[in-house]
T-cell receptor, first 110, second 112 residues
Framework: NAGVTQTPKFQVLKTGQSMTLQCAQD?????MSWYRQDPGMGLRLIHY???????DQGEVPNGYNVSRSTTEDFPLRLLSAAPSQTSVYFC?????????FGPGTRLTVT | GENVEQHPSTLSVQEGDSAVIKCTYS??????FPWYKQELGKGPQLIID?????GEKKDQRIAVTLNKTAKHFSLHITETQPEDSAVYFC???????????FGKGTHLIIQP
């Protein structure tokens, strides 16, 4: 199993551009989440999904959209990137308690 | 919502000594407390977790203790080795669909 995969690994955007961060898992997990990690802030929950077609907001959802059309995929969309969204983004999945994290996407918005 | 405080932010210990990292949480409904290790450029990896129905759990050199009354839990690493150098995060959750609320992390440095 590949576990949780994320693409791209690195991305540079200009303010106002849009992009989608991809996340996929091959463990047939019901739950998936997106976190952002900023220096000195730990990881903060952006959005999460409890199954295909069901998503909800986390602690810091503003500026991000998600959808879950399949069990495997959970993309994160930035509609109009801002410098405050410069961060490292991690996707995670779980079935029970234990969450498995992907390798992350480092995003810079100039 | 849940709030998790983690201390210290940096911990330097001599190789072979023990390291202790402490966390407190605010939501009495939380019942799952994992610890993650993050190496540079990688995603967090679960190293040990504990649920609220037990007070202590051990896995080789790593142990976690939980005091539900005081709402705090701790990570203990014994006989530290150079490969233990990393950033460690505690977290709390209600489990299942609930996301994790993380502490701000502890940078553990093992001095040779």
């Amino acid at each position: 199993n590949a576990g949780v995969t994320q693409t791209p690994k690195f991305q540079v955007l200009k303010t106002g551009q849009s992009m989608t961060l991809q996340c996929a898992q091959d463990m047939n997990h019901e739950y998936m989440s997106w976190y952002r990690q900023d220096p000195g802030m730990g990881l903060r929950l952006i959005h999460y999904s409890v199954g295909a077609g069901i998503t909800d907001q986390g602690e810091v959802p503003n500026g991000y959209n998600v959808s879950r059309s399949t069990t495997e995929d959970f993309p994160l969309r930035l509609l109009s990137a801002a410098p405050s969204q410069t961060s490292v983004y991690f996707c995670a999945s779980n079935q029970g308690y234990e969450q498995y994290f992907g390798p992350g996407t480092r995003l810079t918005v100039t | 919502g849940e709030n998790v405080e983690q201390h210290p932010s940096t911990l330097s210990v001599q190789e072979g000594d023990s390291a202790v990292i402490k966390c407190t949480y605010s939501d009495s409904a939380s019942n799952y407390f994992p610890w993650y290790k993050q190496e540079l450029g990688k995603g967090p990896q679960l190293i040990i977790d504990i649920r609220s129905n037990v007070g202590e759990k051990k896995d080789q050199r790593i142990a976690v203790t939980l005091n539900k009354t005081a709402k705090h839990f701790s990570l203990h690493i014994t006989e530290t080795q150079p490969e233990d150098s990393a950033v460690y995060f505690c977290a709390a959750s209600g489990g299942g669909a609930d996301g994790l609320t993380f502490g701000k992390g502890t940078h553990l440095i093992i001095q040779p």
